[in-house]
Nanobody, 114 residues
Framework: QVQLVESGGGLVQPGGSLRLSCAAS????????TDWHRQAPGKQREFVAR???????NYKDSVKGRFTISRDNAKNTVSLQMNSLKPEDTAVYYC????????WGQGTQVTVSS
């Protein structure tokens, strides 16, 4: 059974930092591309960042220079370091692993507020 479990969300003030992690199990993690997506209240889920199985990286324009995605295939994890957080970054953040099949985590809440 494939599981993706996110952690690291929470409440942070504007300008602060958080590091999200996603632990994967039940799949050959190194073969999968991995993404972070987010969904704010009343909005559609949107792409945030991607790191492919061969470590190609891309980001949503509004997070470039503030967010960094990374992966550790030995630990079956993908992380998202988020710096200089803004209130508009508030959302539930989801981890995704995709290749021949598509898997999602349950999400972790990130709230940026003073």
């Amino acid at each position: 059974q494939v599981q993706l479990v996110e952690s690291g969300g929470g409440l942070v003030q504007p300008g602060g930092s958080l590091r999200l992690s996603c632990a994967a199990s039940g799949l050959i993690f190194s073969m999968y591309h991995t993404d972070w997506h987010r969904q704010a209240p009343g909005k559609q889920r949107e792409f945030v960042a991607r790191i492919t199985s061969d470590s190609n990286i891309n980001y949503k324009d509004s997070v470039k220079g503030r967010f960094t995605i990374s992966r550790d295939n030995a630990k079956n994890t993908v992380s998202l370091q988020m710096n200089s957080l803004k209130p508009e970054d508030t959302a539930v953040y989801y981890c995704r692993a995709w290749h021949s099949r598509d898997y999602w985590g349950q999400g972790t809440q990130v709230t940026v507020s003073s």
